[in-house]
């Protein structure tokens, strides 16, 4: 009882700080640019498969707030805590609340109060694999059907849902097999099979922009290094912590005869292959430090038939410390005045941040001299959109990430139009002068930051087609001759004669 009494108030009190770091954290320009995406529903997006920006479109019916929009991160750990509790609730109450109470105050998921891609995907993840635990144990075809459901709905959240199916698949080759569990595993993919045909079709009538992004365009100019598996495993040691890494050498001898305890060795497998993907990745990609998430709860659940109840407690208050220190770090960092970071490279992005609502009103002057607006990247016009009310486009050339602005904007329709483009750096305005009759620049200073503006007479799209547009399409969208394809978006909107 007094396990769950820790639990209880663990899940309370780790709740109450996600929604106070929710209330003071400003808006993300990650998070701001799936709010572009809540703002133009669609079955998918340019980056990425659609989950974040559907269940952000409903938020969006309750309000704007950064609390509202931010709700799934602040539950997502409440839920997953629950859940891992009556998983192992029937194997030893006790272990299931401290393995349970372990989970919600691990650092990430105290701090990680930030929307993303990865937030549906961990949700789901986590729904599918506990319904597919859930399934072997009660023979339920409902239980089968559901996990495929929700490894679909992970699947429609981000494409990491393809290392899931790997682990189920070496779940069910190599584990003990009946006809039962082969029936079940069909029906499970099965039930995934819809969401899998949405995300299809889609790619093939939007470019396969998906495709050519994460396959192709984001990997571009990658090379292989020993740096990169080190910072890999360094993350994994930070994320296990060396306590856990400790408890559980101590027990590697009783692996084998554990594992397999009650189905268990799904967790195994769910845990271990994923992250065995992504240690070959490691070689030449940048692991991101999230993209690991959607598999660590199976972790906490492994670490619950491993270790001891006095293991369990001793991890839990080095982890309660653990977590302290990043929660002080923050609060430092927020009562020092803002100009503490005046030296540091990232300064203009921090007061870009924390002062946009003041940028809004240098802005709101042009809007009504009929200026359109636009930024030179994804990242402030996506910030600025989401304090401004009112969509910012993307002007110029961009990146190869986050180019949902190739959909929402037509500059066909904006020759001859005033264009307004706010900019964090000095414009060189010789860069601007093709595409204008003429052109200016202005600034203004906040923080010790100045920031500009490059104001556009007389827009020349004809110009801006050749220049901009047209190197877009040959980088961003030459879709390769393998793929079938319904005419690209794209080359239907700026290159129509040269669409078959």
């Known amino acids: 009882m007094k396990s769950f009494n820790l639990f209880k108030y663990t899940l309370l009190a780790t709740l109450a700080i996600k929604l106070a770091l929710a209330y003071v954290l400003p808006m993300s320009g990650d998070e701001a640019y799936f709010i572009v995406w809540a703002k133009h529903l ?9 989950m974040v920006g559907w269940i952000l479109h409903l938020l969006l019916y309750l309000g704007s707030s950064e609390v509202i929009l931010r709700l799934p991160a602040i539950l997502l750990t409440t839920l997953i805590g629950l859940g891992i509790y009556q998983l192992l609730k029937s194997q030893d109450e006790t272990r299931a609340a401290l393995v349970a109470t372990l989970f919600l105050v691990a650092p990430l998921n105290i701090l990680n109060v930030l929307v993303s891609t990865d937030t549906p995907l ?5 729904l599918s694999v506990a319904s597919l635990f859930k399934a072997q144990h009660e023979q339920s075809k409902l239980w089968y059907a559901l996990s495929g459901v929700f490894l679909g709905m992970a699947f429609l959240s981000k494409y990491f849902a393809v290392l899931l ?5 070496a779940y069910f080759i190599f584990s003990s097999r009946s006809k039962e569990k082969t029936h079940g595993l069909i029906l499970l993919l099965l039930a995934a099979l819809p969401f899998a045909l949405i995300n299809l079709y889609w790619n093939y009538t939007h470019c396969w922009d998906n495709i050519l992004f994460n396959l192709y365009n984001r990997n571009e100019g ?3 290094s020993i740096g990169k598996v080190a910072v890999f495993f360094g993350t994994q040691i930070y994320l296990i912590t060396p306590p856990a890494i400790y408890f559980l050498f101590k027990h590697r001898a009783e692996f084998r005869q554990k594992i397999r305890l009650d189905h268990f060795d799904l967790f195994a497998y769910t845990f271990l292959l994923p992250m065995a993907v992504f240690t070959l990745l490691s070689v030449k990609n940048d692991i991101g430090l999230h993209w690991v998430l959607a598999f660590y709860s199976f972790f906490y659940l492994l670490l619950g038939l491993y270790l001891t109840r006095e293991e369990l407690l001793k991890l839990f208050k080095f982890t ?9 770090a923050i609060v430092v960092i927020a009562v020092l005045p803002m100009e503490t970071w005046k030296q540091n490279k990232l300064y203009d992005g921090i007061v870009f941040m924390f002062q946009n ?8 002057p042009y809007e009504q001299q009929q200026f359109l607006l636009a930024s030179d990247g994804y990242t402030p016009a996506a910030i600025v959109s989401y304090h401004y009310g009112k969509n910012f486009m993307v002007f110029g050339s961009g990146s190869r990430y986050a180019r949902q602005d190739d959909m929402i904007t037509d500059y066909r329709q904006f020759d001859g139009r005033n264009i307004l483009i706010l900019k964090k750096s000095a414009p060189d305005l010789m860069q601007y002068v093709p595409y204008f009759k003429s052109v200016e620049s202005r600034q203004f200073e906040l923080r010790g930051v100045t920031f500009y503006f490059v104001l556009g007479y007389g827009f020349d799209y ?11 399409k040959e980088t961003y969208y030459k879709i390769p001759a393998f793929l079938p394809h319904a005419p690209c978006y794209f080359c239907e909107k700026y290159f129509p004669e040269e669409v078959r």
């Open 165 to 169: 199916i790997i682990g189920y698949l």
């Open 462 to 472: 004809g110009s801006y087609k050749e220049l901009v547009l047209k190197p877009a």
């Open 42 to 50: 669609d079955f998918g997006y340019y980056d990425h498969p659609p």
């Open 357 to 364: 609502e003041a940028i809004v009103e240098k802005i709101r």
């Open 320 to 328: 309660v410390w653990f977590s302290a220190a990043h929660l002080a």
């Open 122 to 126: 961990i949700l789901f993840v986590f």
């Open 222 to 224: 990658e090379q292989a």
